[in-house]
């Protein structure tokens, strides 16, 4: 006879859980349940990382981004894996969850340098179908760049460029002798150190009185394609995406990487970032695009940034950058088995 043991009674029925979920809701798998600890050595074959960049000491107003990747993880707990619209449910799919690299107390850019390295070890290691990369504030674009150019020689493919999608209200070309290598000067970090160039960088969204005319200048010195707000109303996102994409794809790159700076958004729709204002893109505007990315298989990566959960509300911000997320797998999942 089995010893009565109330504990795992209560368990077996489900009555006590050790799921984040709040609800229990049987046979309904929470998003949060997809993702992963990427245990060393143990998987060849990783489809989807993600890595958290918790760094928000390099930004130029006070911001909590540091809080922002365990934030978005958790908030993947709010999600069914269930996506209506594709009938795709990522509930079978791993999205292997490389951690978050250790940042320096006082030192910036060693945390900078950290981030670089952990963008080349990670991508040296493996090879995704797709890596997210969640922020931090804007300032991690650069090192993980480079450090993403780091893990092309550590594989010796050296020739492969990589293009840029800048989703953003503000250009981030800010001089970088004006307070290091902030939030304000990622774009600036990549082209000063020939990283990339500018025909490789699409911005979109750029925004009114947000930017001052001498970087809009200089991006158009710089050959960067600039897509504003304005262009996103008059065209739609998807003739801008689809134009820049060309502009890339003519240019022989096959290696897109994402920024996705969460202000590019209106203030009505992501009220956690640090630098808020209107006229931006809504939720649904945002989404589609991510969808639309998804479907090129050019697009390797992909990094969340600029939200700062401790002006959130009601973890709206995000919540939404959890929901990118979901979209653009469920989105490319669609893609592949079409
Ligand atoms: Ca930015």
Redesign the pocket.
Known sequence: MTEFHPYQTLVDQGVITQNVMRYHDKGIVRASEIVKPLASQAQHHVEYLLLGLPLSKSSISHSGASFTPDTIRHMLSSYTTYSVHTDVDLSSIRLFDAGNVGMHVTDIEESQRRIRKAASAVLGSYEPNCTFFLGGD?SVTCPLVQGIYDSFLLKRDKDRRIGII?F???H?LRFRDQGGPS??T?FRGLLESESIQGNELIQLGIRDFSNGKTYTEYAHQQNISLYTMQDIEQNGIIHCLSNALQHLKNQGIDWIYV?L?M?VMDQAFAPGCP?IGPGGMDTRELLHAIRYLAKQNEVKALDI??IDPTLDVRDMTSRLAAQVLLHFLASRIQHHSA
């Open positions: 804007h800048q953003d209200a503000h981030d939030n304000g990622p920024s700076d202000d630098a940034v600029e």
